[in-house]
């Protein structure tokens, strides 16, 4: 008798097991963000003046003259995004000077890449063309600067320069 109790005993403690309980339910939300910057609007819309330059500054075709320093700045950027950029606009001849569409003649604006902030000189930027500028530091902010300049592309007539460009940014 007393082995069969036993054997009940263990029978309904197996049978019962343990007792669980929903003490906490869990949730998980978050969101995936495709890398990006903002352009910081005290640079996103510019007029850049190139003043006044006489005829006789232009030597010869390529000659250039009036090199003017601006720049873009990104802000609120992932640290380590790396960040492309397309300059566009009506080319003219050279693929780094946009198409005048003032009154003068034989003269378009280059825009140079500047190595930096403020420089006056740098690397001729190849129009409707992708450029990568690197990835984005621990400041989650890159500025980019540039250089624009008259450019002689023939027999130079006077008259009004103008000219308009349109940069992209594409971020990874």
């Known amino acids: 008798m007393r082995s069969l109790q036993l054997l009940l005993g263990i029978l309904v403690a197996i049978l019962m097991g343990p007792v669980f309980a929903a003490d906490a339910n869990l949730n998980f939300t978050g969101t995936i963000l495709q890398p990006s910057c903002d352009i910081d609007s005290s640079t996103a819309n510019q007029t850049v003046p190139l003043g006044r330059a006489p005829i006789m500054d232009f030597a010869a075709v390529g000659s ?21 950029m397309s300059v566009t606009g009506t080319m003219d001849t050279v693929p780094s ?14 825009i140079l890449q500047a190595g930096s902030v403020g420089a006056t000189t ?5 129009l409707n063309s992708a450029i990568s500028l690197g990835a ?33 940014f594409t971020y990874n």
Not at 64 to 81: D, E, H, Q, R, Y
């Open 122 to 126: 740098g690397t001729p930027v190849k």
């Open 64 to 84: 250039t003259s009036n090199p003017t320093a601006f720049n873009l700045k990104l802000v609120n950027c992932a640290p380590g995004t790396s960040v492309t």
């Open 97 to 110: 000077v946009l198409k005048n569409t003032g009154s003068a003649a034989q003269v378009g604006v280059q």
């Open 136 to 168: 984005v530091g621990s400041a989650n902010a890159m500025t980019v600067p540039f250089v624009a300049q008259f450019y002689r592309l023939g027999t130079l007539k006077a008259g009004t320069v103008s000219a308009t460009a349109t940069v992209n």
